[in-house]
């Protein structure tokens, strides 16, 4: 019988994480079943414990569910700890482990896939909600020369900045308090793409060399990518290379090997839109 594995997400047909793991499965020779499940708003670990009990072995979580993963866990990675949120579940003996493999994606899509290092780099974070804790610590762990979180409430920004302070110096602010400064890459871990919305940004922040960078994909055109590529910014990605990495990661935690991705990720690129 195949090794049974699962994403958990309300909504969750959209998802594609059963096609990528599909794909990293036979390219792997691995014996594995994933299957796209729609947890209750309000049953996510009634939903885990019933597919623990049908054989599961690990699991991934999206939206809405990361912060319940996270507390159902039994053991946690440092980089779930430190996102306080989780992404990866995997089941054993009893055990709940718990990763978060979304920061790691991001870094791996932005170093590896579009060959842009993060070092000695000014980055800034919009948002400051799960998205974007998830992926502060990795984001540091490349030693940019700077990192900066704004948010429309800058008080929130500024709590995010302080729970990591002990790794590096973490700035905050407001939208509008990023005024007078340029940046080499900006990430936009806000929701503001699916509902259209652009993000009130001053004139100037694009460096003319960055990187933007949205985590939405299949989206087209976010306003946030309009707006960099209306102030010159010379590379514009969306966040369907850091779906297939974050996804290669929990494949490593799961089965112990990491998949190679440029082959799917380009095939993705090349299929119709999300």
């Known amino acids: 019988m195949s090794d049974l594995y699962a994403v958990f997400g309300n909504p969750v047909a959209h998802s594609k994480s059963p096609l990528i793991h599909t794909a990293f499965a036979a390219a792997s020779g691995q014996d594995l079943t994933y299957q796209a499940r729609l947890a209750p708003l309000d049953g996510f670990s009634r939903a885990v414990a019933e597919f623990v009990a049908a054989g599961g072995k690990g699991a991934n979580v999206t939206v809405p569910f990361k912060e319940e ?122 929701a503001a793409s699916l509902s259209g919305a652009s993000l009130p940004l001053p004139a100037g922040v694009f460096a003319p060399a960055c990187l933007a960078y949205d985590m939405m994909y299949g989206q087209g055109d976010t306003p946030f990518l309009r707006q960099a590529a209306a102030q010159g910014a010379a590379h514009l990605a969306d966040g369907l290379g850091m779906l297939v990495e974050q996804a290669a990661e929990a494949f490593l935690v799961w089965r112990g090997q990491r998949p190679a991705t440029a082959n799917l990720l380009a095939e993705l690129r090349a299929g119709p839109a999300a």
């Open 69 to 190: 993963a996270f507390r159902l866990c039994t053991r946690l990675s440092e980089r779930a700890a430190r996102a306080g949120a989780v992404n990866t579940l995997a089941f054993s003996g009893g055990e709940i482990f718990g990763d978060n493999t979304d920061g790691a994606g991001l870094v791996r899509d932005i170093t590896d896939n579009l060959g842009l290092p993060l070092h000695g780099k000014r980055i800034l974070l919009l948002g400051a909600g799960g998205a974007a804790r998830g992926v502060i610590a990795p984001l540091l762990a490349e030693k940019p020369a700077a990192l900066l979180i704004a948010n429309r409430s800058a008080e929130k920004a500024a709590l995010l900045a302080s729970a990591f302070a002990d790794l590096a110096p973490v700035e905050s602010g407001s939208f509008g308090e990023t005024e007078g400064q340029s940046f080499d890459v900006l990430i936009n871990a806000t």
